[in-house]
């Protein structure tokens, strides 16, 4: 038996006619920058999140950084976040000369350690950028506390965690940007690149809307340096089908998520922790491990995916040793760096599927005499 990390082929599959129809009108109509597509997918995307403004952007990483320069981040600021998450966090801050400043994460949760955040702030601080990684929230009451206190602004990654709550609200509009990523591998996929700011400010989701097109509100006039940074209506229409379907989604990736961690109980191995203030939608299902290489190898050789999500924290990569970090700044996150790794989770996986996936897992541990 072979098991992919995510089989994009069978969600496509099951509702391969609405994506064909929808890409099909799309096209029939030429209507493929901005427009009635992506104004729809807005507003759908906007009652989903319960959140005023949603506004479609070319990538998770262009949502990132626009969020950034909505909140007037320029050269010489800094930016709080965490080493532990994919590279754009870290880059967006870097392209606009900014500076990262990173700290450790909870081993718990894998998200930033939010009681370490108000020993950072300094002068410079302009943003905290917190990253909710794999599908859970980071502890934003405790965030929010700390960007009250030195008047600051927060912007959500909410990348990896589309229709994740904390405490009743919605992941990506808790502080006062929230970023979101379509890539065709998230738990809302596109076919291609796609991303999306949301916010409850008005005057920053004005902003927002100005910088994702060069800087123009009104076209060959520009009030800013903005980027190309828009969100197409193929990818819009594709999103809009989705939509529909995540909440359903989501609750079979927890459904998975459940019954991995009731078979994988009792092993050497640390188990998701969901924070008790979370609702989880496992964009990735992540057990650590110490002996995480061989455990990978071994599952390969049975024909088993897995991934590590991310084997490199970011403080740790050469574009960044300009920043003076070095190995051992940051334990929890290197630490997890050398012991994650990710089973397959997609909403379309079979139990049979996983019985497999446990089983040689078992067996690695508990090989037969």
Request: net charge neutral; aromatic share 10%; charged share 20%.
């Amino acid at each position: 038996m072979k098991i992919a990390s995510l089989d994009l082929k069978r969600q496509y599959e099951s509702i391969r006619e609405e994506i064909d129809k929808a890409v099909l009108e799309v096209i029939s109509s030429q209507l493929y920058i901005l427009g009635p597509y992506v104004e729809a997918f807005e507003r759908s995307m906007a009652k989903f999140c319960r959140v005023k403004h949603a506004i479609g952007i070319s990538s998770g990483t262009d949502a990132i950084l626009i969020a950034l320069m909505a909140c007037g981040v320029k050269r010489g600021d800094e930016v709080i976040t965490t080493p532990f998450t994919f590279f754009a966090t870290g880059s967006s801050i870097a392209r606009l000369e900014a500076v990262p400043v990173f700290v450790d994460i909870d081993p718990s949760t894998y998200n930033i350690d939010v009681n370490k955040i108000a020993g950072v702030v300094s002068k410079k601080t302009k943003v905290i950028l917190p990253v909710h990684l794999y599908g859970q929230c980071a502890d934003m009451d405790a965030i929010l506390q700390v960007a009250r206190e030195h008047k600051l602004m927060v912007v959500e990654d909410a990348a990896q965690a589309i229709g994740a709550v904390y405490k009743g609200g919605q992941a990506g509009t808790l502080g006062d940007l929230g970023c979101f990523s379509f890539y065709p591998t998230k738990n809302l996929g596109g076919c291609g690149d796609g991303g999306l700011v949301a916010s409850n400010d008005d005057s920053l989701a004005e902003l927002v809307n100005i910088l994702r097109v060069h800087g123009s509100k009104q076209r060959y006039y520009h009030s800013h340096i903005g980027i190309n940074g828009r969100l197409d209506a193929l990818q819009a229409a594709i999103l809009s089908v989705k939509l529909k379907y995540l909440d359903e989604w989501s609750e079979k990736r927890r459904m998975v998520a459940s019954y991995y961690s009731a078979h994988l109980e009792g092993l050497p191995i640390r188990l998701p922790v969901i924070a008790p203030y979370n609702t989880h939608i496992f964009h990735q299902y992540v057990i650590a491990v110490s002996k995480r290489d061989a455990l990978r190898s071994y599952l390969e050789q049975q024909g088993i995916d897995s991934a590590i999500y991310y084997p490199v924290p970011l403080h740790l990569q050469q574009c960044f040793e300009y920043l003076g970090y070095k190995r051992g700044d940051f334990p929890e996150s290197e630490r997890a760096a050398n012991e994650v790794l990710a089973l397959p989770i997609f909403p379309e996986i079979t139990q049979e599927e996983q019985d497999f996936v446990i089983g040689h897992v078992k067996k690695f541990f508990k090989p037969a005499p």
